[in-house]
């Protein structure tokens, strides 16, 4: 029996009566075309999810009966990305992938050299890539999804009292800090800045040291924004994980 396809309830909406409705429920009734009685999957993007059968289907509307549900515990260890604003190919590229990584959390920041300009708030497409992914995946966390306007000065003023450790990811010459296993593996939240695809300013990269923001890299090749950014979460994926506390 292969795994039942996923769907997604909002986190405000994961509770009796379960149900899918708008474009969640179009998918199951008209695309895939379930019949009462099926079993699917269901999950709120918040670590809760569930089995669940079908006992009605309309156009607007299915109605599920709870099978087994569980709740996935936050990770010891979570990594958040914050990423100069980069066109749109390459940025939905970058949030599928994240999903699939286990990133805890994006952040955009609009840098001097980034592409257009950053809304001032998540696009509804956006979340929609991170629902999709997470469908596929079988995630059932999604990450953290914001915009921080201010450029690399409101990054900062933003994420100061919050992360654990914070690095900037950065392909200065001569930069001999190389990333380390444990920057993405020891307990707590990390956060990670990356440039958008034209770079980081001298400007901005002081602004971040200036901040605390042990600057890091990863190697002597230039990687693309995404490309940096996804190998920071593929990293944490094979990173030891942390000692458990003694018992003394």
């Not at 607007?60 to 515990?73: F, G, I, T, Y």
């Not at 300009?117 to 998540?122: S, W």
């Not at 190389?178 to 602004?207: K, M, N, W």
């Amino acid at each position: 029996m292969g795994r039942p396809d996923a769907f997604y309830i909002p986190p405000e909406a994961f509770g009796e009566p379960y149900v899918l409705t708008g474009g969640e429920a179009a998918h199951c009734a008209k695309v895939l075309r379930k019949k009462t009685g099926e079993s699917i999957r269901a999950f709120d993007g918040q670590g809760r999810e569930g089995l669940f059968r079908i006992t009605a289907v309309s156009r607007d509307r299915v109605d599920l009966a709870a099978q087994s549900l569980a709740e996935v515990p936050l990770p010891t260890t979570r990594l958040f990305l914050a990423a100069g604003f980069s066109r749109s190919t390459r940025r939905d590229f970058f949030l599928e992938k994240a999903v699939e990584l286990g990133a805890a959390g994006i952040l955009f920041w609009q840098a001097t050299h980034s592409q257009g300009r950053m809304p001032d708030t998540p696009k509804d497409s956006w979340k929609a890539t991170l629902v999709a992914a997470a469908k596929q995946c079988g995630a059932a966390r999604l990450p953290e999804l914001d915009v921080v306007p201010g450029g690399a000065a409101g990054l900062v003023a933003a994420c100061s009292h919050r992360f654990d450790r914070r690095y900037l990811l950065w392909e200065a010459p001569g930069l001999d800090r190389r990333i380390r296993l444990d920057d993405v593996g020891a307990p707590g939240e990390a956060l990670f800045v990356l440039g958008p695809e034209g770079g980081l300013t001298d400007a901005e990269a002081q602004t971040f040291q200036d901040a605390g923001y042990a600057p890091v890299s990863l190697g002597e090749r230039v990687l693309r924004f995404e490309t940096a950014g996804l190998a920071v979460l593929a990293l944490g994926l094979v990173a030891p994980p942390p000692p458990a506390p003694s018992r003394g």
